[in-house]
């Protein structure tokens, strides 16, 4: 079993910022990719962010230039920095982790941005 745990999100106002993380813990076998998806209500999952243990990164064309991925190989976290915060962005965001045996996801944490 894999458990991803994410923390950091919240309210915040349009033009702000937040942190996210989360922490993979378990029978972690060879991590390909970490990154983070949102789910909007009413809408699609998406992919916002990836971190590639290559060390290729990837991007939402609606996040360039705003948020961030990062990733600590040796704890397993990846965290997503996001700034200039629109109401857009307001979605659940979800954790996610492929390894050589399956893919994984986290429970999500709420992002609401007020305009």
């Known amino acids: 079993q894999v458990q991803l745990v994410e923390s950091g999100g919240g309210l915040v106002q349009a033009g702000g910022s937040l942190r996210l993380s989360c922490a993979a813990s378990?029978?972690?076998?060879?991590?390909?990719?970490m990154g983070w998806s949102r789910q909007a209500p009413g809408k699609q999952r998406e992919l916002v962010a990836s971190?590639?243990?290559?060390?290729?990164?990837n991007y939402a064309d609606s996040v360039k230039g705003r948020f961030t991925i990062s990733r600590d190989y040796s704890k397993n976290t990846v965290h997503l920095q996001m700034n200039s915060l629109k109401p857009e962005d307001t979605a659940v965001y979800y954790c996610?982790?492929?390894?050589?045996?399956?893919?994984?996801w986290g429970q999500g944490t709420q992002v609401t941005v007020s305009s």
């Open positions: 378990g029978n972690i076998f060879s991590i390909n990719v």
């Open positions: 971190f590639a243990t290559s060390g290729n990164t």
């Open positions: 996610f982790l492929g390894d050589r045996l399956g893919d994984y």
